[in-house]
């Protein structure tokens, strides 16, 4: 539906909980989100059903699977929660999955695909997120998708035996304008 450089967004399906399943339980991946105790097929199968059926203004949350566009490989799922029809923002999430796959540079495409549709689709005005201080990678992802630092909360997650800041980064719509003008798409199918 929506394409970057190497990834498609589509709509997430129930078929998708083996894919999820796959690597979710995976404490590699999970010590950087904000639950890291197992999740069993059921609970994730009732996520999915809420997830599946989620309309970002009704619910105020949107959830997308991710995939390579060449290989159709399961890469994981991105998301914006909390939308706001008043203040026009939301707050972004972004999963891959298989820690074989950090590094190649989906997350930077899958976060630029996401802020367009933020800006481009859905109208926002602003995007912010929270991440784990220690979480280079993903820090200089979201940067290369133009989020910018905007502050932090001091030891707001225990995560591993010990407490670290978040670090909050937003992206304006007069931000995002000024890479990808409207009528311009991030990429191609
Ligand atoms: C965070 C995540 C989305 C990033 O996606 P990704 O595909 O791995 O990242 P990319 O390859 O697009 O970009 C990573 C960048 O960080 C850099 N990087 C990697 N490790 C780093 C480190 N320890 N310090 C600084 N930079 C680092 C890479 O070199 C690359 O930058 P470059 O292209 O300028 O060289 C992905 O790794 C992921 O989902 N991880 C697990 C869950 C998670 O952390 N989610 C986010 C929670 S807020």
């Known amino acids: 539906m929506y ?3 190497m990834v498609k967004l589509r709509a997430l399906e129930m078929e998708d909980l083996d894919l999820i399943l796959k690597h979710w339980n995976n404490l590699e991946l999970r010590q950087f989100l904000a639950t890291a105790w197992p999740m069993s097929k059921n609970a994730e199968r009732k996520w999915l059903e809420r997830a599946t059926t989620m309309d970002p203004w009704r619910d105020g949350g ?7 566009k060449k290989t159709n490989e ?10 706001s029809k008043q203040h026009q923002k939301a707050e972004f999430g972004i999963a891959i999955h298989n820690p074989e ?7 930077t495409d899958t976060t630029r695909v996401m802020l367009w549709a933020a800006f481009h689709i859905l109208g926002l005005n602003t995007v912010f997120l ?3 201080e220690s979480n280079k990678r993903a820090q200089r992802a979201y940067e290369k998708a133009g989020f910018k630092h905007a502050g932090v909360l001091r030891q707001g997650a225990y995560m591993l035996g010990k407490f670290h800041d978040f670090v909050i980064m937003d992206v304006t719509k007069k931000d995002f304008f000024e890479m990808y003008p409207p009528g ?6």
């Open 101 to 107: 796959n950090y590094g190649k540079g989906y997350g």
């Open 62 to 68: 949107i959830v997308l699977a991710v995939e390579d």
């Open 184 to 189: 311009t798409e991030v990429g191609q199918q």
């Open 3 to 5: 394409y970057g450089a």
């Open 74 to 83: 399961f890469l994981g799922t991105v998301s914006f929660f909390d939308i």
């Open 130 to 132: 929270i991440t784990l």
